[in-house]
């Protein structure tokens, strides 16, 4: 019942792009309301009127659980991003659970991407960290390198949703 939005439709979308506690405050009554808003990704859903010291003790106990959850669930030796999973210490990486075989420098480049979302790195300054300082001047390595490593980690390596290319600037990660 928002102005110019479907209100579970930003549910999806929020759920889709963030994995925090989502709650619906609403004044729909219906238990398909409840059920739609449940099934677009809603952890919690509140009826107006409300008791507001209710609201917040709902979302202490959401955020409480989610912080429980997320220190539970994060190891400091495995990367994971969407669908990607890479675990450092066994040098494995899985897309959507299949496991993938990548070449050393391969294995490099992706654990310095997901290590650093959303930062652009130069082609320059990429064959510098992954190859060294010897070999600063042959950046078609990278290019090459890239190239097949979207060929393994990405459904569509001509539309790629992990590692984009920044025209002009070098490649980016996208969280």
Known sequence: ????????????????????????????????????GFDRGADDYIQKPFNPNELVSRVKAHMSRYERLVKKN?????????????????????????EKVLCAKEFDLIVLFASNPDRVFTKEELCERIWGIDSVGDITTV????????????????????IQTIWGGGYRFKK
Do not use: W
């Not at 439709?9 to 398909?32: G, H, N, S, W």
């Not at 990367?79 to 959507?96: A, C, T």
């Open 143 to 162: 290019t090459v390198h890239i190239r097949k490593l979207r060929e393994k980690i990405e459904e569509d390596p001509s539309s790629p949703i992990y």
């Open 1 to 36: 019942m928002l102005p110019g939005a479907d209100g579970f439709d930003i549910c999806r979308q929020l759920r889709d792009m963030l994995d925090i506690p989502i709650l619906v405050v609403t004044a729909r009554k219906e238990d398909i309301d409840k059920i739609r």
């Open 74 to 98: 994060r190891d400091p030796d495995v990367i994971q991003i969407k669908g990607l999973y890479i675990d450092l210490n066994s040098r494995r990486i899985y897309v959507n659970g299949e």
